[in-house]
């Protein structure tokens, strides 16, 4: 299994840019999630799915929209790109007691 | 979620135990303790977790006081590859709340040669 998997691993964006992240997982998990990491600080849940075709904001949703059309996949799109979604990028797939997270994608907004 | 503390850093000889401490006098009794732990700037791992009883799995044991206001992160024999931030979080895993984790600040480990 390959786990979580997220595409690109680095992107630079410009300001009012959009872009999708990518985030796929093959261990057929009902549950998937998207997190931001800012230097220094801990995760904050951007937006979650339980199940294809079921999303739902998390603390930190805007600027960000889901879709969730495959068990498999949960793309994350940055509508217009801000010098504040300068992050870390990470999704993850959970059953009911791990959650597995990918590598992260690391996001610049000049 | 009930929210949770722990101290900001600790030091650990290579090969003795780590002890990780974590605060969570806010417990309901739905609620689970787990543990995760970041290595540099990777993805989150899981380590365990736990309701009541102390568990234990290859990573580290989980001791939960009786009132479960309180656990313990054990690291029999830590080793280098150990530093990293742990992350305590008390979190409920019924309904459709799996994959809403929320993450403190949690505790720099180093492990020291």
């Known amino acids: 299994n390959a786990g979580v998997t997220q595409t690109p691993k680095f992107q630079v964006l410009k300001t009012g840019q959009s872009m999708t992240l990518q985030c796929a997982q093959d261990m057929n998990h009902e549950y998937m999630s998207w997190y931001r990491q800012d230097p220094g600080m801990g995760l904050r849940l951007i937006h979650y799915?339980?199940?294809?075709?079921?999303?739902d904001q998390g603390e930190v949703p805007n600027g960000y929209n889901v879709s969730r059309s495959t068990t498999e996949d949960f793309p994350l799109r940055l509508l217009s790109a801000a010098p504040s979604q300068t992050s870390v990028y990470f999704c993850?797939?959970?059953?009911?007691?791990?959650?597995?997270f990918g590598p992260g994608t690391r996001l610049t907004v000049t | 979620d009930a929210k949770t503390t722990q101290p900001p850093s600790m030091d650990c000889a290579e090969g003795r135990a780590a002890n990780l401490p974590c605060n969570h006098s806010t417990i309901s009794g739905n609620e689970y303790v787990y543990w995760y732990r970041q290595i540099h700037s990777q993805g989150p791992q899981y380590i365990i977790h736990g309701l009541k009883n102390n568990e234990t799995n290859e990573m580290a044991s989980l001791i939960i006081t009786e009132d479960r206001k309180s656990s313990t992160l054990i690291l029999p024999h830590a080793t280098l590859r150990d530093t990293a931030v742990y992350y305590c979080?008390?979190?409920?895993?019924?309904?459709?709340?799996?994959?809403?984790?929320?993450f403190g600040q949690g505790t720099i480990l180093t492990v020291h040669p």
């Open positions: 979080i008390v979190f409920n895993a019924g309904g459709t709340s799996y994959g809403k984790l929320t």
């Open positions: 993850a797939s959970s059953n009911r007691h791990e959650q597995y």
């Open positions: 799915s339980v199940g294809a075709g079921i999303t």
